[in-house]
């Protein structure tokens, strides 16, 4: 069981924003460990009551807990400064006979090379673990790195990749839906199903974010990590059993049955884009290469799509299409499995008849159906089914941090899971590099087009 909670990284925007809100909400539904403390630990040359004071800021305006649930989440708190790329700060921070550690690296990326062997110093052990954000690797080369840097450098401690996107509610909705419902199961496959298009669509522009957007782009922002994840949980086939290890192993195994995009094919399968001048809503919109902070000559997407093709038995010849993008006329975050249409006899008699849709929301918490029911005097309908789960109870990160103190890797992105990902981007991203794909063009609020192989 963690005793302590080591936050690297404590004086940043992650841990007041994020991370100490969702402690805060562990804490007032009584699901902390008993005696728990947080030390953090920064550049910054803060007192603890420095710390504690910027903390409970975060608190007030980002936790929606009572104010004694603030009051004690703060008193957890200690700090100490520290140059995480120092060995000998690390290990101070650390101590020499600690208790069981979940240390929570809330660094940039750039940092590991240094940060990991400053922490495999400090005599991290079995009974502690480790935590660090996404992306893990901005290729298969660099993922496969810091894969092999966390396997050398840190042999004994649990290793937890942390991506909100794969949160304990988004996981169960899918799973519940598909392996505890017979009549869903069966048909879930290349015999009923058109096509499967996973999507991330957003109306918001940039809204202050253009530093990190414009170095990265729509397919390495939501394309690569969460789509793919999203994809995953519906290629997968039933685990053998329900535990983190197997759940892992057929996502990766999900994966897998992903053929690598071609590049005689590339043009078909992706599309890259970015948003001009337009009007969303009633708000007049610049074109993305003026929004503040943008530079033009990286020549960033705004928004991307990719359609994969399968080698499973189950899902083979089935197009699936990932898409994300901002500044569009819609927001939809959902998986849409499309199935086949009726026989044509049949749509003969009943013209209008619309194929079945089955939507899982990504962002709501909703599973729709597009079905068909009789209407009046031999009539044949297209309706609407739908079911809301209640809100989630816990912040995605609250679920997770949960899970952590628990030692249970179940929501976890694992190392090959990570370079799976990875092998099926990096030939888009370096095709995209080499304008083998055009950038095309769409007004803000409008829709851009779905790669030709999706349909």
């Known amino acids: 069981m963690v005793e302590r909670i080591v936050l690297f990284g404590a004086a940043g925007d992650l841990a007041s924003r994020l991370l100490l809100p969702a402690i805060a909400q562990l804490a007032e539904a009584g699901q902390l460990p ?23 800021g975060g608190l007030e305006e980002h936790a929606t807990v009572a104010p004694a649930t603030r009051d004690a989440v703060v008193a957890m708190l200690d700090f100490r400064p520290a140059d995480v790329t120092q060995p000998v700060d690390v290990a101070a921070v650390i101590g020499g006979d600690h208790p069981d550690t979940l240390v929570y690296l809330a660094l940039p990326p750039e940092l590991f090379s240094s940060v990991l062997p400053a922490l495999a110093a400090s005599g991290l052990g ?31 401690p649990m290793i937890f990749r942390i991506d909100h996107f794969l949160s304990d509610e988004l996981v169960r909705r899918i799973i519940v839906l598909r392996f505890l419902n017979r009549v869903f199961e069966p048909v879930l496959n290349a015999g009923h199903v058109e096509r499967v298009d996973i999507s991330w669509l957003e109306s918001l522009t940039l809204e202050g974010r253009a530093a990190y957007y414009d170095g990265t782009g729509a397919m390495k922002d939501m394309l690569q990590n969460h789509l793919m994840e999203a994809m995953a949980l519906v290629l997968m086939e039933q685990p053998a059993r329900v535990d983190a290890d197997s759940f892992r192993d057929v996502r990766v195994e999900a994966l897998r049955t992903l053929a690598t995009p071609s590049a005689e094919r590339l043009r078909e399968q992706t599309v890259r884009a970015r948003y001009t001048a337009g009007v969303i809503g009633s708000r007049h919109v610049p074109s993305y290469v003026d929004e503040p902070g943008v530079d033009p000559s990286r020549d960033t997407e705004t928004y991307a799509a990719l359609t994969l093709d399968v080698n499973s038995t189950r899902w083979g010849g089935i197009p699936f299409t990932l898409r994300s993008g901002k500044a569009l006329e819609v927001d939809s975050a959902e998986i849409a499995i499309h199935f086949r249409p009726l026989p044509r006899y049949l749509l003969d008699q009943w013209p209008g008849v619309e194929p079945n849709v089955l939507r899982i929301g990504l962002r709501e918490p909703y ?42 890797p179940m929501l976890f992105i694992r190392g090959d899971e990570a370079e799976e990902s990875w092998r099926i981007i990096d030939p888009v991203m370096d095709a995209w590099s080499a304008g083998e794909v055009p950038m095309q063009e769409y007004p803000a609020g409008t829709a851009p087009p779905m790669p030709s192989a999706a349909s």
């Open 34 to 56: 008993r005696g728990l403390t947080i030390l953090g630990s920064d550049r910054t040359e803060w007192s603890v009551a420095d710390f504690r004071d910027h903390i409970a």
């Open 367 to 408: 599973v729709h159906l597009a079905t068909t029911l009789n209407g009046p005097e031999a009539t044949a309908e297209n309706r609407r089914l739908e079911t809301r789960s209640a809100a989630p109870r816990f912040t995605a990160y609250a679920h997770l941090i949960g899970q952590m103190l628990r030692s249970d």
């Open 126 to 156: 079995a009974s502690d673990a480790v935590a660090i954000e996404k992306p893990f690797g901005t290729d298969l080369a660099s993922a496969h790195e810091l894969n092999e840097l966390l396997r050398v450098q840190l042999p004994k």
